[in-house]
Protein backbone atom coordinates (compact mmCIF):
# COMPACT_ATOMS: atom_id res chain seq x y z
CA UNK A 1 0.00 0.00 0.00
CA UNK A 2 1.35 3.53 -0.74
CA UNK A 3 0.82 7.24 0.60
CA UNK A 4 0.46 10.52 -0.88
CA UNK A 5 0.06 13.61 -0.07
CA UNK A 6 -1.31 16.69 -1.48
CA UNK A 7 -0.82 20.42 -0.11
CA UNK A 8 -3.37 23.74 -0.45
CA UNK A 9 -2.71 27.08 0.72
CA UNK A 10 -6.08 29.34 0.88
CA UNK A 11 -6.75 32.71 1.82
CA UNK A 12 -9.43 31.55 4.19
CA UNK A 13 -9.48 31.44 8.01
CA UNK A 14 -8.70 27.31 9.44
CA UNK A 15 -12.22 27.50 10.72
CA UNK A 16 -13.63 27.91 7.19
CA UNK A 17 -11.71 25.86 5.32
CA UNK A 18 -12.37 22.92 8.06
CA UNK A 19 -16.11 23.92 8.61
CA UNK A 20 -16.66 22.65 4.52
CA UNK A 21 -15.53 19.31 4.60
CA UNK A 22 -18.31 18.59 7.67
CA UNK A 23 -20.80 20.89 6.28
CA UNK A 24 -23.39 18.84 3.79
CA UNK A 25 -24.75 21.82 2.11
CA UNK A 26 -21.02 22.54 1.43
CA UNK A 27 -19.36 19.74 1.01
CA UNK A 28 -21.54 18.62 -1.64
CA UNK A 29 -20.43 21.15 -4.02
CA UNK A 30 -17.18 20.46 -3.67
CA UNK A 31 -16.40 17.11 -2.33
CA UNK A 32 -16.24 13.87 -4.79
CA UNK A 33 -17.39 15.79 -7.68
CA UNK A 34 -16.55 17.25 -10.78
CA UNK A 35 -17.62 20.20 -12.52
CA UNK A 36 -19.65 18.15 -15.21
CA UNK A 37 -21.18 15.74 -12.48
CA UNK A 38 -23.73 16.76 -9.39
CA UNK A 39 -24.10 15.11 -5.95
CA UNK A 40 -27.16 13.53 -4.94
CA UNK A 41 -26.81 12.49 -1.77
CA UNK A 42 -24.59 13.83 0.85
CA UNK A 43 -25.08 12.63 4.36
CA UNK A 44 -22.58 13.62 6.97
CA UNK A 45 -22.68 12.38 10.51
CA UNK A 46 -19.94 15.19 12.02
CA UNK A 47 -18.74 13.30 15.07
CA UNK A 48 -16.11 10.58 15.34
CA UNK A 49 -17.50 7.77 15.16
CA UNK A 50 -20.35 9.09 12.83
CA UNK A 51 -20.18 8.23 8.80
CA UNK A 52 -20.87 9.87 5.68
CA UNK A 53 -22.08 8.65 2.43
CA UNK A 54 -21.27 11.09 -0.54
CA UNK A 55 -23.38 9.98 -4.14
CA UNK A 56 -21.77 11.53 -7.32
CA UNK A 57 -24.30 11.48 -10.52
CA UNK A 58 -22.10 11.57 -13.72
CA UNK A 59 -23.87 11.55 -16.73
CA UNK A 60 -23.97 8.27 -18.94
CA UNK A 61 -22.23 6.44 -15.82
CA UNK A 62 -23.69 4.59 -12.57
CA UNK A 63 -23.43 6.80 -9.55
CA UNK A 64 -20.27 6.64 -7.59
CA UNK A 65 -20.65 6.32 -3.97
CA UNK A 66 -17.99 7.41 -1.41
CA UNK A 67 -17.96 6.21 2.09
CA UNK A 68 -16.43 6.54 5.67
CA UNK A 69 -16.03 7.02 9.26
CA UNK A 70 -14.95 9.73 11.05
CA UNK A 71 -11.87 8.92 13.76
CA UNK A 72 -10.89 11.89 14.78
CA UNK A 73 -12.62 15.43 14.57
CA UNK A 74 -10.27 18.27 15.96
CA UNK A 75 -11.52 21.59 14.80
CA UNK A 76 -10.16 23.54 13.11
CA UNK A 77 -6.89 21.62 12.61
CA UNK A 78 -7.33 18.05 11.95
CA UNK A 79 -9.77 15.61 10.19
CA UNK A 80 -9.19 11.89 10.55
CA UNK A 81 -11.52 9.64 8.30
CA UNK A 82 -11.87 6.62 6.33
CA UNK A 83 -12.69 6.44 3.09
CA UNK A 84 -13.50 4.26 0.44
CA UNK A 85 -15.41 3.69 -3.14
CA UNK A 86 -16.58 0.36 -2.52
CA UNK A 87 -18.11 -0.28 -6.14
CA UNK A 88 -14.82 -0.14 -7.54
CA UNK A 89 -12.35 -1.35 -4.29
CA UNK A 90 -13.15 -3.30 -1.08
CA UNK A 91 -10.38 -0.97 0.66
CA UNK A 92 -11.20 1.26 3.06
CA UNK A 93 -7.87 3.77 3.22
CA UNK A 94 -7.34 6.27 5.44
CA UNK A 95 -7.81 10.18 4.91
CA UNK A 96 -5.84 12.99 7.53
CA UNK A 97 -6.52 16.59 6.97
CA UNK A 98 -3.87 18.98 8.82
CA UNK A 99 -4.68 22.54 8.59
CA UNK A 100 -2.46 25.32 10.02
CA UNK A 101 -2.78 28.88 10.27
CA UNK A 102 -0.69 31.10 7.92
CA UNK A 103 -1.18 34.62 8.46
CA UNK A 104 -4.47 35.69 7.55
CA UNK A 105 -4.99 32.64 5.42
CA UNK A 106 -3.97 28.65 6.14
CA UNK A 107 -2.77 25.79 4.88
CA UNK A 108 -4.04 22.41 4.53
CA UNK A 109 -1.94 19.11 3.93
CA UNK A 110 -4.01 15.90 3.04
CA UNK A 111 -2.66 12.73 3.14
CA UNK A 112 -4.08 9.44 2.03
CA UNK A 113 -2.69 6.04 3.56
CA UNK A 114 -3.49 2.45 2.30
CA UNK A 115 -3.93 3.33 -1.10
CA UNK A 116 -3.59 0.40 -3.28
CA UNK A 117 -0.71 1.09 -5.71
CA UNK A 118 -2.65 0.79 -8.78
CA UNK A 119 -4.69 3.62 -7.21
CA UNK A 120 -2.02 6.25 -6.06
CA UNK A 121 -2.09 8.74 -9.15
CA UNK A 122 -5.94 8.78 -9.88
CA UNK A 123 -6.40 9.91 -5.80
CA UNK A 124 -3.42 12.16 -6.17
CA UNK A 125 -5.51 13.59 -9.36
CA UNK A 126 -8.95 13.16 -7.25
CA UNK A 127 -7.90 15.31 -4.62
CA UNK A 128 -5.69 18.15 -6.27
CA UNK A 129 -9.01 18.71 -7.93
CA UNK A 130 -11.16 18.50 -4.52
CA UNK A 131 -9.07 21.38 -3.00
CA UNK A 132 -8.95 23.25 -6.15
CA UNK A 133 -12.76 23.40 -6.00
CA UNK A 134 -12.75 24.06 -2.22
CA UNK A 135 -10.81 26.61 -2.88
CA UNK A 136 -13.63 27.62 -5.57
CA UNK A 137 -16.37 27.35 -3.02
CA UNK A 138 -14.83 29.45 -0.30
CA UNK A 139 -14.41 32.37 -2.45
Known amino acids: MAELTVTRRYDFPPEKVFD ?5 AVARRFLFTT ?6 VCEIDARVG ?8 REGQEDIVHVGEYLEIARP ?5 TFGVPQFDPTMTRVTIDIRR ?8 LT ?3 VPPEWVE ?3 EGWTMILESLSRELA
Request: hydrophobic share 35%; proline share 3%; aromatic share 8%.
Open 112 to 114: HDD
Open 77 to 81: RRLVF
Open 102 to 109: EGAGCELV
Open 122 to 124: QDR
Open 50 to 57: GRFNIVDR
Open 35 to 40: SKSEVV
Open 20 to 24: AWLDP
